[in-house]
């Protein structure tokens, strides 16, 4: 089922039914995919298997591969976050701001935030936005943790050499080449997040000593297995982790908790998105005081989906 977003890209959800009725979902906020997932899915009827390591490279990409571990957790019982080896029972939110009109606005946002229990936020930054709004931010809480998110928008790391006094915890993404996130790392003291969609890809970024942390995205992994081995492989590198993404009609962000659970996410998860009204699942991934519940008294998933909201927003579906 293709699903609109508004202005953002549209959300393919899958639905896996057994032969008792058990039903799993997964998505992916790729509309290109929808094509694929027609195409590949059938390739899981009437194959058997016990887990979803079993299935290898699952049809149907990284939606199959959650619909997959939902329904296998639904059966077995067991709650995604202690399929893939959580412990956590909850965790801290940051959230995202991205550039506003004016610093003075900027701070306003972040005091929405702080009254509403956020103890750390994550500042999107390009050059010529960068060090004012960090001034800003930090004049005005001495107290609260920052990140700032370069998105690759950097060439040179002197302007980001300068955010360092301002005591940011990590600096998320600078580059898009992990050759000069490893000279920043060098020159500064908050660790630099570089982000990678591969286990070869972070492989390749410790070796480098690109940085001291790892932007896990789920989504961005074809499997909940390929994400647990690069989260082991950062952990055993000494990287921080921060677990980020989720976009879509929560399912997908409901992944990104699970795996957020795991004991080496170490750095504040950023689920902040998107609003209950966007979502499809029951009850909403939401942030409550800055922390967010890891659902463990439900299988699988851990959410309900309101399949007849599904059904009324969905562009388009089909069944294999």
Known sequence: MTLPYGRRPETVLVKLTDYGGMVGWGEVVEPAEGGQLES???ALLGVDWEHPYDLGAIPGGA???MACWDLW???????????????????????????????E??????????????????LDIHPGWDVEPLRAVR?????????????????????LEALDAYGVVAIERPFKDLLSSADLQDRVSAAVAVEVDTVAGLDEA?????GRALLLRPARFGSLGAVRQAHDRAVAAG??????????????RAATVAVASLPGCSLPSDVAEPPRSAQVVMPPVDASGGVVAVPL????????????RVRRMARESFRV
């Not at 067991?78 to 080896?85: C, E, I, R």
């Not at 004049?139 to 302007?159: F, H, K």
């Open 40 to 42: 590949s899915l059938p």
């Open 63 to 65: 939606a199959g591969d």
């Open 73 to 103: 957790g639904r059966m077995a019982g067991v709650p995604l976050a202690h399929a893939l080896g959580g412990s956590r029972t909850s965790l801290i939110a940051t959230v995202r701001l991205t550039a506003d009109r004016s610093l």
């Open 105 to 122: 606005s900027m701070v306003a946002r972040v005091n929405r935030h702080v009254c509403a229990g956020y103890g750390h936020v994550t």
């Open 139 to 159: 004049a005005a809480y001495p107290g609260l943790a920052i990140a700032v998110d370069g998105r690759g928008a950097y060439t040179e790391t002197a302007q």
């Open 206 to 210: 410790v070796d480098v000593r690109a």
């Open 239 to 252: 990287w921080d982790i921060v677990c980020a993404g989720g976009l879509g009609a929560g399912l997908a």
């Open 297 to 308: 008294t439900q299988p699988g998933l851990g959410h309900t989906v309101d399949e007849s």
